[in-house]
């Protein structure tokens, strides 16, 4: 199993802000949606507009962004302008890309899940399991660790990669992610409080004007 990366505490720690894409067709539905790069919806437009209003007082010295299409424009209508790390990937499905849970769990027969079963190769990517998912994101916990010294940073990314990082980031197994939700358009805040890494705030979903808000926004 990847442990957990060892961090030290900065002396004047900034926040580590986590920035889930808006919505997709898919996330909306509930695929799985791992490498396949397929664009916003316009809910996930408005989504990541509105995250935008929810990190506006930060003061950045590193922002970092998945290179897919749904992070990249997260991060521009949230007013960002990162740095491309493809450490930030969603998970590699394999064979259950763009499959939804339930349609998994009816083929395998039992309460299949991610972090715990893991995934098949598929016909044209390996799947990932959970530790090497890990050791991408213990690279970007290394990497931001000397910028959150000088200010705050954000990490623009996919629901699971970044549930991971956060287990990561706490010193915790990367299954903890499992217990993280994290919701499309979602901003969470790291930070380390008294040295040790911490949870400053959880899964904050904008709150669009009515207008804006007529689908439902799902986590798979």
């Avoid at 395998?108 to 890990?134: M, R």
């Avoid at 669009?208 to 439902?216: F, I, V, W």
Wanted: proline share 7%.
């Amino acid at each position: 199993m990847t442990e957990s990366i060892q961090q030290p505490a900065p002396p004047s720690a900034g926040k580590l802000v986590l920035l889930r894409h808006g919505e997709t067709e898919w996330s909306r539905t509930g695929r799985h949606t791992g490498q396949t790069d397929i664009p916003l919806t316009r809910r996930g437009e408005a989504l990541a507009r509105h995250s935008g209003h929810l990190i506006r007082h930060y003061d950045w010295s590193l922002v970092l962004s998945s290179p897919l299409q749904r992070a990249r424009e997260t991060a521009r209508l949230a007013g960002l302008h990162p740095e491309i790390d493809r450490d930030l990937l969603e998970w590699d499905y394999g064979g259950y890309e763009g499959r939804t849970t339930d349609e998994i769990r009816a083929e395998l027969g039992y309460d299949w899940n991610v972090f715990t079963n893991g995934v098949p190769a598929g016909d044209d990517s390996p799947g990932e399991t959970v530790e090497e998912v890990a050791a991408r994101a213990s690279r970007v916990v290394a990497r931001v660790l000397p910028a959150l010294r000088t200010g705050d940073v954000a990490l623009v990314g996919h629901g699971h990669c970044l549930r991971v990082l956060a287990a990561v980031f706490l010193q915790q197994a990367p299954r903890f992610g499992a217990s993280l939700q994290l919701d499309a358009g979602s901003v969470s805040v790291l930070e380390y409080y008294r040295s040790w890494p911490a949870i400053h705030t959880w899964n904050r979903t904008p709150l669009l004007p009515d207008a804006e808000d007529d689908e439902p926004v799902d986590s798979p």
